[in-house]
Nanobody, 121 residues
């Protein structure tokens, strides 16, 4: 069973930086896409950044130019560099690794447990 473990969250002042990491434990192969999502209390989970192994990268408008997603080891490691953080970036951040049915004969969709990011002075 594959598990995704996030790390790097915490408290940071506005304008500061954090780097989130996500590591997959267990065997994972044929990764198609990796991503970071966030969710606040009472809100729907929303996309922050997503990258496919074909080179497509997508960012939420609110984080463009400030956040950067990276993939290593064929998708078993995923980082999110967050710079110029704002109080509105405060949320629980979730890592995701997936391969949909359209790309994999045995599709999967793994999520981490989440890591809290708090931006406050």
């Amino acid at each position: 069973q594959v598990q995704l473990v996030e790390s790097g969250g915490g408290l940071v002042q506005p304008g500061g930086s954090l780097r989130l990491s996500c590591a997959a434990s267990g065997s994972i192969s044929n990764v198609y896409a990796v991503g970071w999502y966030r969710q606040g209390p009472g809100n729907q989970r929303e996309l922050v950044a997503r990258m496919t192994t074909t080179g497509y990268v997508d960012y939420a408008d609110s984080v463009k130019g400030r956040f950067s997603i990276s993939m290593y080891n064929a998708g078993s490691l995923v980082d999110l560099q967050m710079d110029s953080l704002k109080p509105e970036d405060t949320d629980v951040y979730y890592c995701r690794v997936d391969c949909p049915l359209t790309m994999c004969p045995r599709p999967y969709d793994y999520w981490g447990q989440g890591t809290q990011v708090t931006v406050s002075s």
